[in-house]
C-alpha cells in the first residue's frame, strides 16, 4: 500500500348449563335473602332466643379479607421485576455493546423477553427471548445485531416483559436507545475550516483528497466504524503520521493523518471496534497547524479505489439520527 499526500507533496504509493339446576339454587338464594321471622318457644309462648349469625351472614369486611388473601396467593406465584437499567444510551454498530441489567424476586422461575420498539408509536420491531430467569440480579449485552441483521439508525425503546413477571411499582420496564452506524472521527471541539478545508480544493501539484478538520493538538481521533487496520505509517514531507483503516461491511477505507507523534496505539492487522481510539490530533508532516485531514476511499486505498468528498457523510455522523 502507498502513502498519500495531504496538505503537502503529491502522494507517495505505499439489525349446558342445565335448566334443572336452576330452580334448587333459585330457592336457596330465596331462603338466605328471606329475613328471619320470629320463632316461637316450645311451649308456644314468648320468643325464642335469635340463632346464632351463619356463614351465609358474614360482614362484607371478612369477604373482603379473604378476597384479598386470595389476591396476595396469586402475586406471591408470580415473579416481580424490582429493577431494569440500560447502560449506555447512545449505540453505535460494531462498537461497545451496551449493558442492560436487570434484578427479579420471587420464587417463580420467568421466561423474560426483551422487545425492541419504534420510539415515536411503541410498535414492535423485534423481540429477544432471554430464556428463563430466577430471582436475583440479571445482565445481558445489547449490541443492535441480535435479530441477525442491523437495526436501521434511529431511536429505540427496550422493553423487558415476560411470562410470571410482573413490574414492582417502583421499577421501570422500558429505557429509551439511540442506534447509530458510525461516529464523528474527532472525539471533541472542532472547525470545519474555510474552502481550502475542503474535498477538492487546488494544492501544489494536485487537489486536496479530504477533509480537514482543525482541533486543538491532543484530541482524541477514533475509528468512524468497526474494521481492520490496514496501514500505520509516516511520511515526513505529507502526511506524518498516519493510519489507514479498512470498514467492516461495507466499501470505504478510511484515512487519518498529520496525527501526533506517539498518540497512535494500534497496529496494522489489529481489529478495531466503531469509535475506538486510533491516535490523537496532531500537526506531523507537510501541515501547517494542528488538524485532522481525513479521507473516505471507495475501494481500496491506493489499490485500485478512488477518493470521495467525505463532507456529506461527516456531516450526517455529527447531526442527531
Given at each position: 500500500?502507498?502513502?498519500?499526500?495531504?496538505?503537502?507533496?503529491?502522494?507517495?504509493?505505499?439489525?349446558?348449563?342445565?335448566?334443572?339446576?336452576?330452580?334448587?339454587?333459585?330457592?336457596?338464594?330465596?331462603?338466605?335473602?328471606?329475613?328471619?321471622?320470629?320463632?316461637?318457644?316450645?311451649?308456644?309462648?314468648?320468643?325464642?332466643?335469635?340463632?346464632?349469625?351463619?356463614?351465609?351472614?358474614?360482614?362484607?369486611?371478612?369477604?373482603?379479607?379473604?378476597?384479598?388473601?386470595?389476591?396476595?396467593?396469586?402475586?406471591?406465584?408470580?415473579?416481580?421485576?424490582?429493577?431494569?437499567?440500560?447502560?449506555?444510551?447512545?449505540?453505535?454498530?460494531?462498537?461497545?455493546?451496551?449493558?442492560?441489567?436487570?434484578?427479579?424476586?420471587?420464587?417463580?422461575?420467568?421466561?423474560?423477553?426483551?422487545?425492541?420498539?419504534?420510539?415515536?408509536?411503541?410498535s414492535r420491531l423485534a423481540t429477544i427471548d432471554l430464556g428463563e430467569r430466577e430471582a436475583g440480579s440479571h445482565s445481558v449485552n445489547f449490541t443492535g445485531l441480535e435479530t441477525g441483521t442491523a437495526l436501521?439508525?434511529?431511536?429505540?425503546?427496550?422493553?423487558?416483559?415476560?411470562?410470571?413477571?410482573?413490574?414492582?411499582?417502583?421499577?421501570?420496564?422500558?429505557?429509551?436507545?439511540?442506534?447509530?452506524?458510525?461516529?464523528?472521527?474527532?472525539?471533541?471541539?472542532?472547525?470545519?475550516?474555510?474552502?481550502?478545508?475542503?474535498?477538492?480544493?487546488?494544492?501544489?501539484?494536485?487537489?486536496?483528497?479530504?477533509?480537514?478538520?482543525?482541533?486543538?493538538?491532543?484530541?482524541?481521533?477514533?475509528?468512524?466504524?468497526?474494521?481492520?487496520?490496514?496501514?500505520?505509517?509516516?511520511?515526513?514531507?505529507?502526511?506524518?503520521?498516519?493510519?489507514?483503516?479498512?470498514?467492516?461491511?461495507?466499501?470505504?477505507?478510511?484515512?487519518?493523518?498529520?496525527?501526533?507523534?506517539?498518540?497512535?496505539?494500534?497496529?496494522?492487522?489489529?481489529?478495531?471496534?466503531?469509535?475506538?481510539?486510533?491516535?490523537?490530533?496532531?500537526?506531523?508532516?507537510?501541515?501547517?497547524?494542528?488538524?485532522?485531514?481525513?479521507?473516505?476511499?471507495?475501494?481500496?486505498?491506493?489499490?485500485?479505489?478512488?477518493?470521495?468528498?467525505?463532507?456529506?457523510?461527516?456531516?450526517?455522523?455529527?447531526?442527531?439520527?
Amino acid at each position: 500500500m502507498r502513502g498519500s499526500s495531504v496538505c503537502g507533496d503529491p502522494p507517495i504509493p505505499v439489525l349446558p348449563v342445565l335448566l334443572r339446576s336452576t330452580l334448587p339454587v333459585a330457592a336457596a338464594t330465596i331462603l338466605v335473602l328471606t329475613p328471619a321471622t320470629p320463632a316461637l318457644g316450645a311451649d308456644g309462648g314468648g320468643v325464642a332466643a335469635p340463632d346464632k349469625p351463619s356463614e351465609t351472614r358474614r360482614s362484607a369486611k371478612q369477604r373482603a379479607g379473604q378476597s384479598g388473601s386470595g389476591g396476595g396467593a396469586r402475586l406471591r406465584r408470580t415473579t416481580l421485576l424490582t429493577s431494569f437499567e440500560l447502560h449506555r444510551k447512545r449505540l453505535f454498530l460494531l462498537g461497545r455493546s451496551a449493558r442492560v441489567e436487570f434484578t427479579l424476586s420471587g420464587r417463580r422461575v420467568a421466561k423474560v423477553r426483551l422487545h425492541v420498539l419504534n420510539a415515536s408509536d411503541r410498535s414492535r420491531l423485534a423481540t429477544i427471548d432471554l430464556g428463563e430467569r430466577e430471582a436475583g440480579s440479571h445482565s445481558v449485552n445489547f449490541t443492535g445485531l441480535e435479530t441477525g441483521t442491523a437495526l436501521p439508525e434511529g431511536h429505540y425503546l427496550l422493553h423487558i416483559a415476560g411470562r410470571n413477571l410482573r413490574r414492582a411499582p417502583s421499577a421501570a420496564s422500558t429505557a429509551e436507545l439511540e442506534f447509530r452506524h458510525h461516529t464523528f472521527p474527532v472525539a471533541g471541539v472542532f472547525s470545519w475550516g474555510n474552502e481550502g478545508s475542503r474535498f477538492g480544493a487546488p494544492r501544489k501539484g494536485h487537489r486536496h483528497q479530504g477533509q480537514d478538520l482543525a482541533a486543538a493538538e491532543g484530541t482524541p481521533v477514533v475509528a468512524p466504524r468497526g474494521g481492520v487496520v490496514e496501514t500505520v505509517q509516516y511520511q515526513a514531507r505529507g502526511a506524518g503520521h498516519y493510519v489507514v483503516v479498512d470498514g467492516d461491511s461495507e466499501d470505504y477505507d478510511y484515512v487519518f493523518m498529520h496525527l501526533r507523534s506517539g498518540s497512535i496505539p494500534v497496529v496494522a492487522g489489529q481489529r478495531l471496534r466503531t469509535g475506538q481510539l486510533i491516535g490523537e490530533v496532531g500537526n506531523t508532516g507537510a501541515s501547517s497547524g494542528p488538524h485532522l485531514h481525513f479521507e473516505i476511499w471507495v475501494g481500496g486505498w491506493y489499490t485500485g479505489g478512488e477518493p470521495i468528498d467525505p463532507l456529506p457523510l461527516l456531516q450526517s455522523w455529527a447531526s442527531p439520527a
